[in-house]
T-cell receptor
Framework: GENVEQHPSTLSVQEGDSAVIKCTYSDSASNYFPWYKQELGKGPQLIIDIRSNVGEKKDQRIAVTLNKTAKHFSLHITETQPEDSAVYFCAAKTSQFYFGTGTSLTVIP | GAVVSQHPSWVICKSGTSVKIECRSLDFQATTMFWYRQFPKQSLMLMAT?????????EQGVEKDKFLINHASLTLSTLTVTSAHPEDSSFYIC??????????????FGPGTRLTVL
């Protein structure tokens, strides 16, 4: 089955700097890659997603890039703000979803 | 996006009692619903997948008789933790996958239910 690895597990950045979280997957049949943000005590919220026929997608300060050849995709957050602090999960979907282990992002004011 | 609700958000119960958690998709029809369990500072652990009108498919190691799942309609799934024990204390999260235009691929998560068993 699919195996999704996520790095780093923790990330601290200064407010205003950029943050990058990377995920790799193993199954070339994966065709959908969402990213979720989970704040403490809450459920994960979809923040951006990308499909396998697209290489990059951007939504304001967040962007996702996909490299199908290398089987990795990344979340980029620019101009980070304290409210970006949360745990971020990546996922890859074939016939079912496979989640990464999460990245705890801390934005230092 | 799509909205998924869970009820209750927090429940405390005595050991040996049963607890029912409801998951509803509010603005789309959820053909598939998922139940996850999450321990502190850990990732999501899929417990079971349920399709409307069908029996749930449980992941390996999840006790079917302990975690009863019902997906009676396209907008409601319930998880019942039977004869709860302290080790069942956890954060339970549902998600829904629907069939409304571009919502066919995406899982939308509920806000979670914190279960504490005394």
């Amino acid at each position: 089955g699919e195996n999704v690895e996520q790095h780093p597990s923790t990330l601290s950045v200064q407010e205003g700097d950029s943050a990058v979280i990377k995920c790799t997957y193993s199954d070339s049949a994966s065709n959908y890659f969402p990213w979720y943000k989970q704040e403490l005590g809450k459920g994960p919220q979809l923040i951006i997603d990308i499909r396998s026929n697209v290489g990059e997608k951007k939504d304001q300060r967040i962007a996702v890039t996909l490299n199908k050849t290398a089987k990795h995709f990344s979340l980029h957050i620019t101009e980070t703000q304290p409210e970006d602090s949360a745990v971020y999960f990546c996922a890859a979907k074939t016939s079912q979803f496979y989640f990464g282990t999460g990245t705890s992002l801390t934005v230092i004011p | 996006g799509a909205v998924v609700s869970q009820h209750p958000s927090w429940v405390i119960c005595k050991s040996g009692t049963s607890v029912k958690i409801e998951c509803r998709s509010l603005d789309f029809q959820a053909t598939t619903m998922f139940w996850y369990r999450q321990f502190p500072k850990q990732s999501l652990m899929l417990m079971a997948t349920s399709n409307e009108g069908s029996k749930a498919t449980y992941e390996q190691g999840v006790e079917k008789d302990k975690f009863l799942i019902n997906h009676a309609s396209l907008t409601l799934s319930t998880l019942t933790v039977t004869s709860a024990h302290p080790e069942d204390s956890s954060f339970y999260i549902c998600s829904a996958q629907g069939r409304k235009r571009r919502i066919t691929d995406t899982q939308y998560f509920g806000p979670g239910t914190r279960l504490t068993v005394l």
